[in-house]
């Protein structure tokens, strides 16, 4: 099989738990580009927390991409959004309404902006720590948000979590994608809108077939991209519904699962 398209997931898949991307990893993503691999850095992380690592692989040298907001948001190797999907402002006052209850902090993005209602909890600084940005709260941020966004990240303790899940979706889950990226994160996207449809936006416009694409993740929210691409790749610390969709199981991100892969399979 002759593949042309990498993508991968950020945390807990191109980066250990450390938050680091080994040399190793790095060392064989870098190869698989010289050998003609392209290369999409994917995450529901906003864009500016994505593109360090598109940098830091030399994607752009490469004709690669990058993918924030699950699929919100593609950017090719010239800077063009090649993708862009909004989340529609009449579901937000629904959801707070349904979060309100609860201990959970509800975040947007603006730019490289991020903002969260009042309510801080242990998990709601995870985000702005990870990416490098400060968070900003504001006290009605429903009333505040006057700008299209691409989704609405819910911070909160993993069970309570899971049950705002079922919530959100006996009510909106017709009308809007709802899924954890994390166990303390809970994502409410655009209908149709996530890294599976980004993946066929990047081969789309790289002229590459999906079945030519293979991609790594951990997550829930890496399970249409698992399953989009020609081969799907789970990382050995993945959630068990993600093995069971993937065509392989790798190592985990502390032993660098993505390398041995592409070396499994030849890439490299």
């Given at each position: 099989?002759?593949?042309?398209?990498?993508?991968?997931?950020?945390?807990?898949t191109?980066?250990?738990?450390?938050?680091?991307?080994s040399?190793?990893?790095?060392?064989?993503?870098m190869?698989?580009q010289?050998?003609?691999?392209?290369l999409?850095?994917a995450?529901?992380?906003?864009?500016?927390?994505?593109r360090?690592?598109?940098e830091?692989?030399?994607?752009?040298?490469?004709?690669?991409?990058?993918?924030?907001?699950?699929?919100?948001a593609?950017?090719?190797?010239?800077?063009e959004l090649i993708?862009s999907?909004?989340?529609?402002s009449?579901?937000?006052?629904?959801?707070?309404?349904?979060l309100?209850?609860?201990?959970?902090?509800?975040?947007?993005?603006?730019?490289?902006l991020?903002?969260?209602?009042?309510?801080?909890?242990?998990?709601t600084?995870?985000?702005?720590?990870?990416?490098?940005?400060?968070?900003?709260?504001?006290?009605?941020?429903?009333?505040?948000?006057d700008?299209?966004?691409?989704?609405?990240?819910?911070s909160?303790?993993?069970?309570?979590?899971?049950?705002?899940e079922?919530?959100?979706?006996?009510?909106?889950?017709?009308?809007?994608?709802i899924?954890?990226?994390?166990?303390w994160?809970l994502e409410v996207?655009?209908?149709?809108?996530?890294?599976?449809?980004?993946?066929k936006?990047?081969?789309?416009?790289?002229?590459v077939?999906?079945?030519?694409?293979?991609?790594f993740?951990?997550?829930?929210?890496d399970?249409?991209?698992i399953?989009?691409?020609g081969t799907?790749?789970?990382?050995?610390?993945?959630?068990?519904?993600?093995?069971?969709?993937?065509?392989r199981?790798?190592?985990?991100?502390?032993?660098?699962g993505?390398a041995?892969?592409?070396?499994?399979?030849?890439?490299?």
């Open positions: 099989m002759k593949y042309k398209l990498i993508a991968t997931d950020i945390d807990d191109l980066l250990n738990r450390k938050k680091e991307l040399p190793v990893t790095k060392a064989a993503l190869q698989a010289e050998n003609g691999v392209r999409a850095v995450s529901g992380r906003l864009p500016y927390g994505v360090p690592y598109a830091a692989l030399e994607v752009f040298s490469h004709g690669g991409y990058y993918m924030g907001f699950n699929g919100g593609v950017i090719n190797s010239r800077g993708a999907h909004y989340l529609d009449k579901y937000i006052q629904p959801v707070y309404e349904i309100r209850p609860s201990n959970a902090t509800v975040m947007v993005h603006k730019g490289d991020i903002y969260a209602d009042h309510k801080v909890n242990a998990y600084h995870i985000e702005s720590e990870v990416i490098g940005l400060p968070l900003n709260v504001v006290d009605d941020l429903p009333s505040f948000i700008w299209d966004i691409h989704k609405i990240l819910i909160g303790e993993p069970s309570e979590l899971k049950e705002l079922q919530s959100l979706l006996s009510a909106l889950g017709g009308e809007v994608d899924y954890l990226s994390a166990p994160f996207m655009p209908k149709g809108t996530d890294k599976g449809t980004g993946l936006a990047i081969c789309d416009d790289a002229g077939d999906l079945s030519e694409a293979i991609a993740g951990d997550s829930f929210n399970i249409s991209m399953k989009a691409a799907g790749i789970a990382m050995g610390n993945a959630e068990e519904a993600l093995k069971a969709v993937a065509d199981v790798t190592d985990d991100c502390d032993h660098d993505i041995k892969a592409l070396s499994q399979l030849g890439i490299v």
